[in-house]
């Protein structure tokens, strides 16, 4: 059964809200810069195939994961430091990671040094996609927290953008030497795509500078007794007797926590467990729609439906539009229609536009229906399943182990990806197109199931009232 949350009033600001829409506006710069590194492979995987000579499915899917290891491994990292060290460092350190192995990619000279790099963007995107939701939702109020942490995903989609239309621009990029498309072309093979990875290297130096400005979380600060510190914190977000309130409200949970021995192994209390195994399958759910094939091979999907080469490019720009404009619609609802109403429809319009689009597979539909049916999914997805479950697994766990239970329900959500990427050249080639698609319509909708049974309601509940209901 899903446990139910406590329908105590939640916890009002006094005054304006613009100090904690600014801070995590600048924590989720390190959302933008997820997105943008883990998408540009997208754009750059038809030219640097052709530099490394990357010829099998089993190398390609490789070249096309080998990031996703590296998230595994931040996402790994990213608790133990962010309990050890802050919330605040880590998001520094990952805003360097981004800008140096940005750059190194691109001048990779070989393909080891270009796995190695990419591996080294991935732990950045592990680390950053485990601190940023965490972060804010750890200072933001309830009333307000699902639209903060759904900032994350809006910048994680704008990333992703950002990185299609750069793409697509240094793809058309003609030096001035350089004339027709053979030679066009092959200046995208020696160069283009090094360019597509430096380029993140600008907002990396960005998130850089912002994240130098940070508050540290009040949560974190109270469990190192720096009380002051974290008052003067939540003042700054709601006011005076907001900060009263929270900091009780905290300091009440970390007494009722202090007999336990460590976070790992609270996260197989009662209560608890369920939370992790929520937060888990959560994750998993998310990557296992296949919304994200559409992302990674793009290219390889509206090829097989028909598209020609040129139109493909223009394709991914739509699709990344209809990312962002439907994340900002979730933006908007997530605290109204609360975060399990959305889940489930999110599951179900997926499913169906998934089934649909194997059924165009298998018709030999115009290659239009496949492109309708792919942004119906992505619309779907932005906006429900894309920013929901990491609103879900930032609010679900208690303070004491949240940075543990969002890094292992993170984990959880790249070992799935890395599965996801690296298999599909593989199973495509197996089963065809038609057929991969079904197989994620039909996980979409035993998701639908798994959330109608398993996930809470958290919509306007602080954290503690959420650790209290799944505690008892």
């Known amino acids: 059964m899903r446990p139910s949350v406590p329908r105590d009033m939640p916890s009002r600001m006094e005054g304006p809200a613009a100090y904690v829409w600014y801070v995590a506006v600048a924590a989720a710069l390190g959302g933008l810069l997820f997105g943008w590194d883990w998408v540009v492979i997208g754009g750059a995987r038809q030219f640097y195939e052709i530099y490394f000579h990357l010829t099998s499915p089993t190398v390609v899917g490789w070249a096309n994961s080998c990031a996703l290891l590296g998230c595994l491994i931040g996402s790994l990292a990213a608790g133990s430091f962010a309990d050890r060290c802050g919330r605040r460092r880590v998001l520094l350190a990952s805003a360097v990671l981004f800008a140096v192995s940005s750059v190194c990619t691109g001048l990779a000279g070989s393909f080891d040094a270009f796995v190695l790099w990419?591996?080294?963007?991935?732990?950045?995107?592990?680390l950053s996609s485990n601190i940023s939701p965490l972060y804010i939702a750890e200072i933001s109020p309830a009333t307000i927290?699902?639209?903060?942490?759904?900032?994350?995903?809006?910048?994680?989609?704008?990333?992703?953008?950002?990185?299609?239309?750069?793409n697509w621009r240094i793809a058309q990029s003609v030096p001035d030497n350089l004339t027709g498309y053979a030679l066009l072309h092959s200046w995208n093979v020696q160069h283009g795509w090094r360019w597509m990875f430096v380029a993140v290297a600008a907002p990396a130096l960005v998130f850089t500078l912002a994240s130098l400005f940070l508050p540290e979380s009040p949560r974190w600060l109270l469990t190192r007794r720096r009380n002051e510190d974290a008052r003067a914190v939540l003042r700054r977000v709601g006011g005076v007797s907001y900060a009263d309130r929270e900091t009780a409200a905290i300091e009440e949970g970390l007494a009722a926590d202090s007999a336990n021995q460590t976070a790992w192994q609270e996260l197989l209390r009662h209560g608890i467990r369920r939370m992790l195994l929520v937060g888990i399958g959560l994750a998993v759910l998310q990557q296992w729609t296949g919304i994200n094939v559409l992302f990674n091979y793009a290219g390889i999907v509206y090829r097989s439906a028909g598209y020609g080469a040129n139109q493909i490019f223009l394709d991914i720009v739509i699709t990344g539009t209809i990312n962002l404009v439907f994340t900002i619609v979730a933006m908007l609802l997530?605290?109204?229609?609360?975060?399990?109403?959305?889940?489930?429809?999110?599951?179900?319009?997926?499913?169906?536009?998934h089934l649909l689009c194997a059924l165009a597979y298998r018709q030999g539909w115009p290659p239009v229906a496949v492109l309708v049916l792919t942004l119906s999914a992505i619309a779907c997805y932005a906006m429900t399943l894309a920013p929901v479950t990491w609103v879900l697994i930032a609010e679900i766990f208690p303070n004491r182990v949240r940075a543990h239970g969002v890094s292992i329900a993170v984990c959880s959500l790249w070992a799935a990806s890395f599965l996801l990427t690296y298999t599909f050249p593989l199973v495509r080639d197996w089963l065809g197109s038609g057929n991969v698609f079904l197989g994620y319509g039909v996980i979409c909708l035993i998701g639908f199931v798994l959330v109608a049974v398993f996930v809470p309601e958290t919509k306007g509940h602080t954290l503690e009232q959420i650790e209290a209901a799944v505690l008892r």
């Open 334 to 353: 997530v605290d109204r229609l609360g975060r399990r109403r959305m889940m489930l429809f999110g599951c179900l319009g997926i499913g169906v536009s």
């Open 118 to 126: 990419r591996i080294a963007g991935g732990t950045a995107i592990g």
């Open 145 to 166: 927290r699902g639209r903060l942490v759904s900032l994350n995903q809006f910048a994680i989609v704008i990333g992703i953008l950002l990185a299609q239309l750069v």
